[in-house]
């Protein structure tokens, strides 16, 4: 883009946010103080956007949004910015508010830009799409993917920040990333914002402390899933945690999926999960005695359990299911006796 034409479209953005964000919704307000202050980062320090996607990616349906940034080593000078097709997708939204908007944000190691910046640049741009594009009630998707690298987060250097209080029509979140950002981020997992989530799927890992917070704050939660949950960081976790005694009820917890090479015991133990009818159990360790301690089987209707598992464990477990319940009692991680070894079972009686 030609010098002249991005000063152009720098004026311009200066002069129309204010009625741009009037337009969206009659309720929203843009930062205080001096807009162009407040973007200035967007036209003097921004991923470059040619047409093949470089550095930074913004791909928009009618109501979606995707924004990736690529980063690596080098940075490049910025050739094209984003902010035009920001206003685009909430000219788009403006046009029909009533569809759920979804926001999927990508940081990839590929590319030319330090990853730290590209984080904290990925932050931003998901934060200016919220304060100046989509009005937050609109938002209900969110998924997050990052490297599998820890990433230093410095709040101070950050240009806007992501107005998580006004999230309160989110529901479902999908992350990926390293363990460390589960507070050092754009997108800290506070107990105000879990308790809007009602679907949440972790792709990172995890201790059983920090799952422990998660259910304990995630009081609206009625699927989850923790794809790695990890003893090696056992003494190491993220998220703070401190048992209150005695049991408190999740009445809204509906599905379970964990897998596990920790016992998942002092896991379920401080919870009484009432409406739990489906669990999707991956368990790489000695479950002698676990079963016995889970307190859930009165509810579950269908789900599945790999793990080494006894036929005496087997028998406990079934008898103790609904005699409705549809299981899976595979071995991906032992071998089962008896002669229903790793096939689909509905009520069995021994």
Known sequence: MAVSSMTDLLHRASNTILSKASIISHDYRTP?????????????????????????????????????????????????????????????????????????????????????????????????????????????????????????????????????????????????????????????????????????????????????????????LKKVIFDRIYKGFADEPILPFEPSGGYADRPCLESLTLTSDDDIGPLMEPFRFTSLHHITFHLSYPTMFTFYRLGIWKTIQTGSIDCFITEQDRRWILDQCPPTSKLYLGGAYGTLSGSNNGVPWERIRF
């Open 32 to 220: 205080a103080g001096n807009v162009g202050a407040d973007y200035e980062w967007l036209y003097k320090d921004a991923p470059r956007c040619p047409k093949d996607g470089g550095i930074l990616m913004i791909l928009d349906g009618y109501v979606d949004i995707e924004i990736s940034i690529n980063a690596g080593r080098f940075r490049s000078p910025p050739i094209l910015n984003p902010v035009s097709l920001i206003y685009r997708i909430a000219d788009q939204v403006a046009s029909d508010s009533s569809w759920p908007f979804l926001v999927t944000a990508k940081l990839g190691n590929k590319g030319e830009w330090p990853l730290e910046l590209g984080f904290r640049r990925l932050g931003e741009f998901i934060a200016f799409v919220a304060h100046e594009g989509v009005p937050c009630e609109l938002w209900k998707y969110l998924e997050i993917e990052l490297p599998d690298i820890e990433l230093p987060y410095d709040p101070s250097a950050t240009a806007i920040t992501i107005p998580l209080e006004d999230l309160k029509n989110l529901r479902q979140l999908k992350w990926t990333g390293h363990r460390h950002q589960l507070s050092a981020s754009w997108l800290p997992f506070t107990p105000s914002f879990l308790q809007l989530l009602t679907d949440l799927h972790l792709i990172c890992n995890l201790t059983l402390r920090d799952c422990t917070y998660i259910l304990s704050h995630g009081t609206s």
